[in-house]
């Protein structure tokens, strides 16, 4: 009884405190997301410590995370992505390639060794597309040019994020398992050409079933059950099952019902926050009392920042200077994708703890730093 009693009283004590932090961060015209990401530093064990990390809240994390992409997703347009799936596809080429060589050199410059170098700048090639995603959504943005390129190359580098984190691994294990890489690669290129082929007329087809069917709250019987279905077959074929969400939204919107949009509003002021949270909730100020770690982090964040604004700005070079620029800070924040590379270093005795709290403050400090700078230059510029 008292287990569920502490259950309920964290997701009481997150909720509230996210909500009241985006009140407050609202009000005195500071990103809402930072407010929650500030909530979970203040209540987290690097604060109040009040709440601790459970499976419970982890999984309202992850649920959070699908929903916002999901969202997002639902506001874009199937045809929009594939009209600008190549200029995206450039821009995560271009993001993952450059930062990858700075952090690399970077790396080894300041004395890490080869495959710690190496483990280290592959944190850095992944855009968070659920904070990114979210941000946009928060300023309105999300019909843009710059968004559709900027989500279109998150989830394409998250993809590429994936197949070179496969090499990386099998090189800490002294061979490439080509096999695993292809079979990889053909998974992946199978899904994606079956949503993009095949998707958009298997939901209207199911809708027109369950329309037929007279079933109650149909709609949203099918878009759970879409949004849960590719969640699950991206993150079984080892994909993030942010990506699978995103899509499901992608498929629900070639339906066009305005309903849909509304139906799902609760359901995101409900779980988002959770996401947000989380990531404050990580964050340990007290390792950064070290001013050597200090100074290599803060030289690693600028490498990180350096590396995708230059790399995606370039892509997204025939859109203008100022989609450019867009672009290339919308691509900074990292998340939880630079955190798995990094966890996945530190079990692998790989990277040590001073090295992997070094990735985590790049995290930190990309994906709470970025959105101020995006936000100056929203109201300065005329996005599109």
Known sequence: MMEHASILFDLFLVFVSAKAFNFVFRKIHIPPMIGE?????????????????????????????????????????????????????????????VPMVLGYYGMLFMDHRGMEALFVAAALVATSVGITARFLKDLKLEDTISARLILGAAVADDILGLLLLAVITGETHGRIDVTKLLSLIIVVTLFLAGVFLL???????????????????????????VLLGL???????????IVGAFFAGLLMAELEDQHLGDMFDSIYELMVPFFFVMIGMKIQPAVFFNSH?????????????IGKYIGCGLGATRYGTRVMNFVGLGMVPRGEVGMIVALIGLNSGIIGPRTYAIVIFMVV????VTPF????????????
């Open 37 to 97: 990401i500030a909530a979970g530093l203040v209540i987290g064990t690097g604060g109040l410590d009040l709440v601790r990390e459970t499976p419970v809240l982890g999984a309202f994390s992850e649920l959070g995370a699908i929903m916002l992409l999901f969202v997002v997703g639902l506001h874009t347009r199937l045809k929009d992505m594939l009209r600008i799936g190549l200029d995206a596809t450039i821009v995560a080429v271009l993001g993952v390639a």
């Open 199 to 225: 998707g958009g007329r298997s939901v209207r087809m199911l809708k027109s079933r369950i329309e037929k069917m007279k079933m109650e709250k149909g709609e949203f019987i099918l878009s759970m059950t």
């Open 231 to 241: 969640s699950f077959l991206t993150s079984f074929i080892g994909m993030a099952g």
């Open 365 to 368: 400090a990309t994906t709470v």
């Open 293 to 305: 770690i200090l100074l290599i982090a803060v030289v690693y964040t600028l490498i990180a920042v």
């Open 373 to 384: 700078i995006l936000s100056s230059v929203a109201k300065r510029w005329q996005v599109r």
